[in-house]
T-cell receptor, first 112, second 106 residues
């Protein structure tokens, strides 16, 4: 059974940093590209970042380009999202995705 | 990027009604389309993958069709648990989501 478990979300102040993690199980993680998507309060689902299966290709939404970094550790079946210089509009629930949202997400709140 | 649209954005219905939601992709995505249900305060839940394959445990009143650019989700007889927001999502090229259709009480 495929599982994706996100963690790392918390309340942070504007301009600070945090790392989100997503541990995968139930499938051959190293063979799949991964993405992070987010959902701001009361809004729809927005793709944030993509990483290829071996980590060599990465794409970012314009809204996070230069501030967020996606990475992965295939030995740990884990994908990461580093959020830097966070802003209030980064407040959202963040989900990792192989092809589908499967987890409960992790909540990031940016507030002073 | 592949853009996804949905209609209607809001649908008012009653228990027992037949409900249909449409989703359109900006370019052909084959059958690489999923449908989600999201209840308030909860994570989206996959109902259907590969355009028409019901996920395990999803009631048979849900069905979906389509390929290429045009897709539909149908609830044959709306139940109280079905009042929620529904999203389509393509996974042909990265992932992108439709804006959602809220099904509320008429």
């Amino acid at each position: 059974q495929v599982q994706l478990v996100e963690s790392g979300g918390r309340v942070v102040q504007p301009g600070t940093s945090l790392r989100l993690s997503c541990v995968a199980s139930g499938f051959s993680f190293s063979s799949f590209s991964m993405e992070w998507v987010r959902q701001a309060p009361g809004k729809g689902l927005e793709r944030v970042a993509f990483i290829s299966f071996e980590g060599s290709t990465r794409y970012y939404a314009d809204s996070v380009e230069g501030r967020f970094t996606i990475s992965r550790d295939n030995s740990k079946n884990t994908v990461y999202l580093d959020l830097n210089s966070v802003r209030s509009d980064d407040t959202a629930v963040y989900y990792c995705v192989d092809r589908f949202i499967r987890g409960q997400g992790t909540r990031v709140t940016v507030s002073s | 990027d592949i853009q996804m649209t949905q209609s209607p954005s809001t649908l008012s219905a009653s228990v027992g009604d037949r409900v249909t939601i449409t989703c359109r992709a900006s370019q052909s995505i084959g059958r690489w389309l999923a449908w989600y249900q999201q209840r308030p305060g909860k994570a989206p839940k996959v109902l259907i993958s590969e355009a028409s394959t019901l996920e395990i445990g999803v009631p048979s009143r849900f069905s979906a069709t389509g390929s290429g650019t045009d897709f539909t989700l149908t609830i044959s007889s709306l139940q109280p648990d079905d009042f929620a927001t529904y999203y389509c999502q393509q996974y042909s090229h990265y992932v992108t989501f439709g804006p959602g259709t809220r099904v509320d009480v008429k």
